[in-house]
């Protein structure tokens, strides 16, 4: 069995002065490092999540003003393509206007050659038909 003697209040005493001074020396430092770094992580974590939702926000708008400029750039490249049908058109339809006034032309200088051979052709006929004969006859 154990006797209480004035040890065992010495001994408290000494527990308490110890763990007041533990207590003042380490656990209140530690516990102010622990808070202390508690609020700067939750400081850091709003900082992040900021950052990260204006990052979001900025590709938004990003992919908005790109989707919008993709609009206008299909909507100028179809105006374009519209306008280059209708200048082929046009220049196709002047070229075929301009092949066949030449084509006329032609026809008309070529009939007037044809005529002009025709002609000749028969102003000789009877001299190639004497020459024809004689040769024949010649034999």
Same mark, same amino acid.
């Given at each position: 069995?154990?006797?209480?003697?004035?040890? &065992?209040?010495?001994?408290?005493?000494?527990?308490?002065?110890?763990?007041?001074? !533990?207590?003042?020396?380490?656990?209140?430092? &530690?516990?102010? =490092?622990?808070?202390? *770094?508690?609020? !700067?992580?939750?400081?850091?974590?709003?900082? &992040?999540?900021?950052?990260?939702?204006?990052?979001?926000?900025?590709?938004?708008?990003? %992919?908005?003003?790109?989707? %919008?400029? *993709?609009?206008?750039?299909?909507?100028?490249?179809?105006?374009?393509?519209?306008?280059?049908?209708?200048?082929?058109?046009? !220049?196709?339809?002047?070229?075929?206007? %301009?092949?066949?006034?030449?084509?006329? %032309?032609?026809?008309?200088?070529?009939?007037?050659? =044809?005529?002009?051979?025709?002609?000749?052709?028969?102003?000789?006929?009877?001299?190639?038909?004497?020459?024809?004969?004689?040769?024949?006859?010649?034999?």
């Amino acid at each position: 069995m154990v006797i209480p003697d004035q040890s &065992i209040a010495y001994q408290f005493v000494l527990f308490i002065v110890t763990w007041i001074m !533990l207590n003042v020396l380490l656990i209140k430092p &530690i516990r102010g =490092v622990i808070q202390k *770094r508690k609020e !700067l992580m939750a400081e850091q974590s709003g900082k &992040i999540e900021k950052f990260s939702a204006e990052a979001e926000a900025k590709i938004k708008d990003y %992919e908005a003003v790109l989707a %919008e400029t *993709r609009k206008a750039g299909n909507v100028i490249r179809a105006e374009y393509k519209d306008q280059g049908s209708t200048k082929e058109h046009e !220049l196709m339809a002047a070229a075929g206007a %301009e092949a066949s006034q030449t084509l006329k %032309e032609a026809r008309t200088v070529l009939d007037a050659d =044809v005529n002009s051979a025709l002609d000749a052709l028969k102003k000789d006929v009877s001299t190639f038909a004497v020459k024809a004969a004689d040769k024949v006859l010649a034999q």
